[in-house]
């Protein structure tokens, strides 16, 4: 089974600077998706950034980007300028891209990184 | 326009009660999930189906279960609820198990 660990609880940044949430990650498979989530004090889940892992080029959203190494199973994301819109809980997703029984699978998730942002 | 919605928002009901969380898409997806959030904020998977078919159950009680009318929809029932059973529940859809989830806002079950 696959597991996702992200090893920072909280993490704190001051407003405009850079921070980077860690995340690693466990599978046999080597196709999969790569996927980073967040979730406001709205509760609802937002996608922020998604890889795949036959791509070996970083995926970037406008402030959000990732550092992909595939070798090392790691999936760090980097949140630049930093604003207080981006104060959330981050959770890093793991999916198959096997998938089980007919195909589709769910994501499995990190425990979660809560960003705080100082203004 | 609401992608993925859910009804209701907030839910407290006794232990021992049934109840029932409605799941709606209007992406046109062919797989939909439901999620649970614990407490502690940790989210896993309960179920997903794919064209009305159930794909993947995890280890839930099967007081849970999933029922699905259509393609975009996807309820999930609950009987003879317990505490542990309070948390977020989030459904979510997909075009295809490849392609990236979209989540509905949640429903905060509390059972007292």
């Known amino acids: 089974a696959q597991t996702v660990t992200q090893s920072q609880p909280e993490m704190s940044v001051q407003e405009a600077e850079t921070v980077t949430l860690s995340c690693t990650y466990d599978?046999?498979?080597?196709?999969?998706?790569l996927f980073w989530y967040k979730q406001p004090p709205s509760r609802q889940m937002i996608l922020v950034i998604r890889?795949?892992?036959?791509?070996?080029q970083n995926a970037t959203e406008n402030r959000f980007s990732v550092n992909f190494q595939k070798a090392a199973k790691s999936f760090s994301l980097k949140i630049s300028d930093s604003q207080l819109g981006d104060a959330a809980m981050y959770f890093c997703?793991?999916?198959?891209?096997?998938?089980?029984?007919?195909?589709?699978?769910?994501?499995?998730f990190g425990k979660g990184t809560h960003l705080i942002i100082q203004p | 326009d609401t992608a993925v919605s859910q009804t209701p928002k907030y839910l407290v009901t006794q232990m021992g009660n049934d109840k029932s969380i409605k799941c709606e898409q209007n992406?046109?997806?062919?797989?939909m999930y439901w999620y649970k959030q614990d407490s502690k904020k940790f989210l896993k998977i309960m179920f997903s189906?794919?064209?009305?078919?159930?794909?993947i159950n995890e280890t839930v009680p099967n007081r849970f279960s999933p029922k699905s009318p259509d393609k975009a929809h996807l309820n999930l029932h609950i009987n003879s609820l317990e505490l542990g059973d309070s948390a977020v529940y989030f459904c979510?859809?997909?075009?295809?198990?490849?392609?990236?989830?979209?989540f509905g806002p949640g429903t905060r079950l509390l059972v007292l």
């Open positions: 992406l046109g997806h062919d797989t």
């Open positions: 599978t046999s498979e080597s196709d999969y998706y």
């Open positions: 997703a793991y999916r198959s891209a096997v998938g089980s029984g007919g195909g589709a699978d769910g994501l499995t």
């Open positions: 189906y794919n064209n009305k078919e159930l794909i």
């Open positions: 979510a859809s997909s075009q295809g198990f490849q392609e990236t989830q979209y």
């Open positions: 890889q795949e892992a036959y791509k070996q």
